[in-house]
């Protein structure tokens, strides 16, 4: 009897769990430098659908927003109500993803050397993971699994009438009242989306504000954007209870106040795929369910790493994800990597006024005792946001008396572009009178950072030593 041949088990120098955006990344650089790299996709390979989605949905709301407001600018009377075709709007989201796709198909990452197993994941020792059929002994591994999508509170309702950022390609109808479970970047986005397609809107948000760790006095400009757009924002609310009607609509709440609509959209925040992947096994302390891990993302378990919404530090968006992961790359291949900042990873919000922020808030700043100055620059004062009618919001920044900048929020027009002068300002240690010195056209929304960071120079100047000098300065010139 022929004997069974045992199974080889592969050794990469590094395998990747995860297949979003950035585990995709860390697998080319990792191939481009030569190293053997498996990465193991338990979910769909190169899943990016959803932020690509929004960014749609929220680009084309825009331009519908522009035509209708235009009647300021002297459009006719035909600009207030244009009509929407929710089945372009779609397939506009829809050659947005498929031309990403050749970017992010398996054959792609397989012609740079990587080898793609899509397959679930799951450690059979502190060294060794089990992905389908194969088992895999990497030298480092990191694991980015997607995080699990946040299913609604309610049963027996319509799959085709509860909405997430990853299946709006899929809704054929304008809803015709939306329901926003949650108060975070994506659910205000899709909310102020949907609205501007002609759906009602009503918000249930936990807590006393939009994004509910940022800034309060921005956080309810964003809030007065909402409501002026006729959105229904409910604060300090709990998750109403929720109950699927015979006609098919949701109900939220009981009683004389209950609210009928017709679509759900969950927009909560994700929670981590960790329960199959087998981490005790594998020596892997977990915290709070999430991976417990230190700021070069190292666990408890020196071959593995972890980023992203499955682990312990920092925020979950993509833009965090992407720099957690690349600071796990560096240390697990050159042992050696920048502790990740989370305070230097941009925050923003793509809806309109647009949002932004980097660093500490105001009310962080003084929690860790900082004695701090408050700059700020209103964008209605800046020329190109007056004759863009853009001149909503302000630029906010939290510096040290001596300049140092530490933190920035802004709501207005390119926030999230407009942010990176300040972020570049942390990274390298700069003050923000090094922001002031830079030489803004009068003609640009960046004009409002460089007045914002005029404003420190100002109150120095009034300082009573600064004066002294000046006098001194003068009388010998």
């Not at 949907?194 to 009602?200: N, P």
């Not at 199959?276 to 071959?303: E, H, P, Q, Y």
Request: net charge positive.
């Amino acid at each position: 009897m022929a004997l069974k041949a045992k199974q080889v088990a592969l050794t990469p120098d590094l395998c990747i769990v995860g297949s979003g955006s950035a585990a995709l990344t860390v697998a080319a650089t990792g191939a481009l430098l030569g190293l053997s790299v498996v990465v193991v996709a338990p979910g769909r390979f190169g899943s990016l659908d959803g932020p690509a989605a929004v960014d749609a949905l929220s680009a084309v709301a825009q331009r519908v927003h522009d035509i209708r407001t235009g009647v300021r600018f002297g459009g006719g009377p035909d600009a207030e109500t244009p009509a929407v075709d929710l089945a372009a709007v779609l397939s506009h989201a829809r050659d947005i993803l498929a031309a990403r796709s050749p970017m992010t198909a398996p054959e792609r990452y397989e012609a740079m050397g990587v080898r793609v197993i899509e397959s679930g994941a799951r450690f059979s020792n502190p060294e060794t993971l089990m992905a389908g059929a194969e088992t895999i002994k990497a030298r480092r591994y990191i694991l980015l699994p997607e995080p699990l999508r946040e299913e609604p509170p309610v049963t027996g309702l319509e799959p085709a009438r509860i909405i997430h950022a990853d299946t709006i390609p899929n809704l054929t109808d304008v809803p015709r009242h939306l329901l926003v479970l949650g108060g975070g970047a994506t659910a205000i986005a899709l909310a102020q989306a949907y609205r501007r397609f002609g759906s009602a809107v009503t918000m249930f948000v936990e807590g006393p504000r939009l994004l509910h760790s940022e800034d309060p006095e921005m956080t309810a400009i964003v809030a007065r954007g909402l409501r002026a757009e006729a959105i229904d924002i409910r604060f300090s609310h709990a998750i109403p209870t929720l109950t699927a009607r015979p006609d098919g609509d949701v109900q939220a709440g009981v009683g004389p106040g209950a609210l009928t609509a017709s679509h759900l959209l969950v927009a909560n925040r994700q929670t981590a795929a960790l329960a199959d992947l087998g981490l005790d096994v594998a020596k892997v302390r977990t915290k709070a369910g999430t991976i417990a891990v230190d700021s070069r993302m190292r666990t408890s378990n020196a071959r593995i790493y972890a980023a992203g919404p499955v682990a312990s530090v920092g925020d979950t968006a993509i833009q965090a994800t992407a720099e957690q992961a690349g600071t796990a790359f560096r240390h697990a291949i050159f042992r050696h990597a920048k502790p990740f900042d989370p305070l230097l990873v941009p925050r923003i919000g793509a809806f309109d006024p647009a949002f932004a922020a980097i660093g500490l808030t105001e009310e962080q700043a003084k929690a860790e005792g900082h004695a701090i100055r408050i700059l700020r620059a209103a964008f209605a004062d800046n020329a190109r946001a007056r004759a863009r009618g853009r001149g909503q919001g302000h630029v906010k920044a939290v510096v040290t008396p001596s300049g140092r900048i530490l933190g920035c929020t802004m709501v207005g027009p390119e926030a999230p572009d407009l942010i990176m002068p300040w972020a570049l300002a942390m990274a390298k240690g700069l003050g923000v009178s090094d922001l002031a010195d830079l030489a803004f056209s009068d003609a640009s929304y960046g004009e409002t950072t460089k007045r914002a960071a005029v404003e420190f120079l100002k109150m120095s100047a009034q300082d009573p030593w600064m004066r002294r000098v000046i006098g001194v300065l003068r009388r010998w010139s």
